[in-house]
């Protein structure tokens, strides 16, 4: 028998408790993850203290993980998924509660391009980090992009491609919100892995997102500046 199968999570304290789901969190393990967010709740902890303290917080450190090239895809997936059980456990009760959500992000993969690996990553870490997503799949021609964000009320586009010949379609899709006249309204990050920094200055968005951790880091940045400038 391992040592893990020795721990039963009903009789940690909480502060162990909570430890074990980082470690679940991190080995992906679905299961675990609903007991405890279960076993928390009948100790009257506050969802959003759940999601923050246990959720988010564990997937801060596969984040890191992640990024220094310690986890990979299969496991940040499988991270992401054990995530997503506990977060469906808590989403009613946060909406019931009312916790301060962090924005919203409309998120898709450009036009003649169907890889979606990574914006699915991208966007179950930005759920996991508080952020309301609107997914709308891969293949989005720009007017999906535009009734999305106007449908969902979002603060921030997501764009995706991994595509050499699809890249470029970014820059089409942000010259009509310019056309449109709504280009400001939005914070616009892209990513993918063909991109770079300079390709994302280049097409006129706010920034070039590496990897998901960092945008989840840099959408945070931004709605940070954005609720400073509405409280000034
Ligand atoms: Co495709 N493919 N593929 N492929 N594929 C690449 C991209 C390629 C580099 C492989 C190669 O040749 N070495 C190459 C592109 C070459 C180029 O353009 N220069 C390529 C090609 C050529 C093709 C086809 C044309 C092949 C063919 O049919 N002849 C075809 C294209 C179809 C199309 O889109 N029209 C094709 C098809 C496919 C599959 C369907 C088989 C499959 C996709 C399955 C799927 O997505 N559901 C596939 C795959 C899996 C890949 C590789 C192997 C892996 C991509 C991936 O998922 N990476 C890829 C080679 C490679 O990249 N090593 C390749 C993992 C993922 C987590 O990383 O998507 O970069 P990534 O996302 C990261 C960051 O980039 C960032 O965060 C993510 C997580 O950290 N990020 C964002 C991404 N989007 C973001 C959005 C944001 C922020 C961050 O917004 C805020």
Known sequence: MSEEDDIVLSELPDDELVQ???????????????EAVNILLERKW???????????EGMRIVGIDFR??????????????AMKGGMKILKPLLAE????????????????????????????????????????GINNPVENYVDALKEFDAD?????ALL?????YMKVVIDTMKDLGIRDDYVILVGGAPLN?????????????????????TAKEFMGRKHNQLSA
């Open 20 to 34: 074990q789901m980082h470690d679940d969190l991190y080995d992906g393990l679905a299961d675990e993850i609903l």
């Open 46 to 56: 506050e969802p959003y203290k759940i999601l923050t303290e246990a959720l988010v």
């Open 68 to 81: 220094d090239g310690i986890l990979f895809v299969p496991e940040v997936l499988l991270a992401a998924n």
């Open 97 to 136: 509660t009312g916790a301060p959500r962090l924005g919203k992000m409309v998120i898709g993969t450009v036009k003649g391009d169907i890889h979606d690996i990574g914006q699915n990553l991208v966007t179950m870490m930005m759920e996991g980090a508080g952020f309301e997503v609107m997914n709308i």
């Open 156 to 160: 921030i586009l997501g764009m995706s």
């Open 164 to 168: 050499t010949t699809t890249m470029p």
């Open 197 to 217: 920094e300079e390709f994302g200055k280049a097409i006129g968005a706010d920034a070039y997102c590496r990897d998901a951790a960092v945008a989840v880091e």
